[in-house]
């Protein structure tokens, strides 16, 4: 319980962080700009989408060959497929929620202002409907041709991801000991 009250509350915050995100940069910048970061949310939406049906289609068997070659990513790959049931919560649920939703709420915004711009008042029905059908298609055809991907390429695309988890760790790794390695060097130098 305690577990879905904390989705639930990330969902909330990623969401209007998003969602204000987006609004602030419509203000600034010009309408294919908006198109543009409507299609990339929808593209996170599938990617996602992907990686969390990889995870649950992966079997440990291949990483753990791999782990024992050593390749990188390997080991990642194993922790992801034993906890596949919370990262695909995460992947399909969490982050693929948020981006229908900030995909609707951008659509809208785009909606109004093309009607504005353009005083198509009349037709303001009409084209929201075209939208919200462009969107909707986009993303369930391009989440339904990714999750037959993701089952094909499941080892191959949680690979990567692993691959890429393991570069932030090590990137955030450094950002962290790079604190703490000059906070030793001051206190040496007393």
Not at 3 to 27: K, W
Not at 52 to 65: D, M, N, V
Not at 103 to 127: M, P, W
Request: net charge positive.
């Amino acid at each position: 319980m305690a577990g879905a009250f904390r989705v639930g509350i990330l969902t909330f915050f990623l969401t209007i962080s998003l969602s204000v995100l987006f609004q602030l940069a419509q203000v600034w910048t010009a309408f294919w700009v908006s198109v543009l970061v409507l299609l990339v949310v929808v593209f996170f939406g599938i990617l996602f989408d992907i990686i969390g049906t990889a995870t649950t289609a992966a079997s440990e068997k291949p990483f753990h060959a791999m782990a024992s070659d050593r390749v990188p990513g390997a080991k990642k790959g194993v922790e992801l497929v034993r906890k596949a049931d919370r990262v695909a919560n995460f992947c399909n649920d969490v982050v693929g929620d948020i981006c229908g939703t900030v995909s609707g709420s951008i659509g809208a915004a785009l909606v109004i202002t093309f009607v504005t711009n353009h005083e198509l008042t009349a037709y303001r029905d009409l084209i929201s409907l075209l939208v919200v059908g462009v969107i909707s298609a986009l993303t369930v055809g391009g989440k339904a041709a990714g999750k037959a991907f993701a089952l094909k390429r499941s080892t191959a695309i949680l690979l990567r991801v692993a691959v890429l988890l393991e570069k932030i760790d090590a990137l955030r790794g450094r950002w962290s000991n790079r604190g703490k390695n000059k906070k030793e060097k001051r206190e040496c130098a007393k």
